[in-house]
C-alpha cells in the first residue's frame, strides 16, 4: 500500500514569506504527526491532527499552524518565515495510538 | 515533560565489532521505537517494543526493553558499512494523543 506521501519534498524561501506544506497518510490513517528536524534542535513535536481535530501541540510559536481535512490530509503552515525555520519538516501517519507511526520522506524547507 | 537521552552522540566503529547504543528515559510510558535515518532521508522504523523484556532482533540489530530502569538498548553485532546511518530512539507519550519524544540520535559510522 501507499506510504505517507509529503509534497512538496524541497522548498526555498524569502524571510518573511509563508508556506504551506502538505501530508498525506496512509489509507485509513487518521492520526497526522508533524515534527521539525534541525541540527540543533533534533527531533520536535508540532502538533498532532486526529479527525480534523489538533489533540496535542509542541512548543511552537503561533506561526505554525495546522490542519486537517475530512480525508485524513493535513497541512502546516508557517507565516512570516525566519531564517531558523530552515528543517526537515516530517509527518508521520498512524491508525490512531496504535504502536506502529510511519513517516514520509519529508519536505527539505530553507528559509534566505 | 517526557526527556529522552541517548548515548552516544557518535560512534565510529570498525567492522566486525560489536556495540551498544542506550536509549533513557525519564517517565513511564508503554511503547519504545528505535528508527534508522539515514542522510537527507525520513526515519525508517527498525523496532517497536511494547512491554517490559521484550527484545526483538533483525539482522545485525537487536532491541530489548527495560520499563523498570526506564533503559532501551540497540545492539550492533558484526557491524558492515551499511549499518552506517543515524539511529533514533523515541518514547510515545499517548496520555493526549501520539506524541513521539526523540533522544538525541547516535551516528554511527562502520569503517570498513
Known amino acids: 500500500k501507499a506510504g505517507v506521501t509529503q509534497t512538496p519534498r524541497y522548498l526555498i524561501k524569502t524571510r518573511g514569506q509563508q508556506v504551506t506544506l502538505s501530508c498525506s497518510p496512509i489509507s485509513g490513517h487518521r492520526s497526522v504527526s508533524w515534527y521539525q528536524q534541525t541540527p540543533g534542535q533534533g527531533l520536535q513535536f508540532l502538533f498532532e491532527?486526529?479527525?480534523?481535530?489538533?489533540?496535542n501541540k509542541g512548543n511552537f510559536p503561533g506561526r505554525f499552524s495546522g490542519r486537517q481535512f475530512s480525508n485524513s490530509r493535513s497541512e502546516m503552515n508557517v507565516s512570516t518565515l525566519e531564517l531558523g525555520d530552515s528543517a526537515l519538516y516530517l509527518c508521520?501517519?498512524?491508525?490512531?495510538?496504535?504502536?506502529?507511526?510511519?513517516f514520509g520522506q519529508g519536505t527539505r524547507l530553507t528559509v534566505v | 515533560e517526557l526527556k529522552v537521552e541517548q548515548n552516544p552522540l557518535f560512534l565510529s566503529m570498525q567492522e566486525g565489532k560489536n556495540y551498544t547504543i542506550y536509549c533513557n528515559y525519564s517517565t513511564t510510558s508503554d511503547r519504545l521505537y528505535w528508527y534508522r535515518q539515514d542522510p537527507g532521508k525520513s526515519l525508517e522504523s527498525l523496532f517497536v517494543l511494547l512491554s517490559n523484556g521484550a527484545v526483538k532482533q533483525e539482522g545485525r540489530l537487536m532491541a530489548s526493553l527495560d520499563t523498570k530502569a526506564r533503559l532501551s538498548t540497540l545492539h550492533i553485532t558484526a557491524a558492515v558499512h551499511d549499518l552506517s546511518a543515524t539511529y533514533f530512539c523515541a518514547v510515545a507519550d499517548t496520555n493526549t494523543g501520539n506524541q513521539f519524544y526523540f533522544g538525541t540520535g547516535t551516528s554511527l559510522t562502520v569503517i570498513p
Open positions: 508521520a501517519s498512524s491508525l490512531d495510538r496504535t504502536p506502529e507511526a510511519f
Open positions: 491532527y486526529f479527525s480534523e481535530t489538533q489533540r
